[in-house]
T-cell receptor, first 110, second 113 residues
């Protein structure tokens, strides 16, 4: 899940397993959400987005789930691969601005 | 290829010096953004621009300035008034403001000499 500060929460998974990364967002009026992947020394890369009128959206090997009741967002990665190792950020759209969480590091064990 | 180009990749600033970070996009996007990222943290918005010749302060604008004279370009100046400028700076763009995925460059890492 998300936390504040220098110590990123870390999720360690076995290659081939499914990964679930969680995010709690702050504003109940937020109507658009994005997941980004950031590799070391690079900019965030768009993975998938979802609007507030949806509960679930699927992409290639990824699924985003939105629970507006508890203000919770999750990213599921199927059959996790070594190339999935990165920091993952959720972002919520509030008043025309994206507000980013502090990220979760995903480590994939061979 | 379409995308966002940030330069330089690494930049060093002396005390009392202003430095300018370049951001260029060829995606024909109207909106552009500057973020600051500190180690182990998320992105914080410095400035954003909805359209040419218009820009607005973000959450941490003090010590920074921007201009938007061309649609493709959104340079960020880190002034001497920014007392803690060491960070990773990221530029992004989107088709328009709000409810749109933002596409990022690969950042400029600024350090103090």
């Amino acid at each position: 899940g998300e936390s504040v500060g220098l110590h990123l929460p870390t999720l360690s998974v076995q290659e081939g397993d499914n990964s679930i990364i969680n995010c709690a967002y702050s504003n109940s009026a937020s109507d658009y959400f994005i997941w980004y992947k950031q590799e070391s020394g690079k900019g965030p890369q768009f993975i998938i987005d979802i609007r507030s009128n949806m509960d679930k959206r699927q992409g290639q090997r990824v699924t985003v789930l939105l629970n507006k009741t508890v203000k919770h967002l999750s990213l599921q990665i199927a059959a996790t691969q070594p190339g999935d190792s990165a920091v993952y950020f959720c972002a919520e759209n509030s008043s025309y601005k994206l507000i980013f969480g502090s990220g979760t590091r995903l480590l994939v064990r061979p | 290829d379409g995308g966002i180009t940030q330069s330089p990749k690494y930049l060093f600033r002396k005390e009392g010096q202003n430095v300018t970070l370049s951001c260029e996009q060829n995606l024909n996007h109207d909106a552009m953004y500057w973020y600051r990222q500190d180690p182990g943290q998320g992105l914080r918005l410095i400035y954003y621009s909805q359209i040419v010749n218009d820009f607005q302060k973000g959450d941490i604008a003090e010590g920074y300035s921007v201009s938007r004279e061309k649609k493709e370009s959104f340079p960020l100046t880190v002034t001497s008034a920014q007392k803690n400028p060491t960070a990773f700076y990221l530029c992004a763009s989107s088709m328009r403001l709000g409810n749109q995925p933002q596409h990022f460059g690969d950042g400029t890492r600024l350090s103090i000499l």
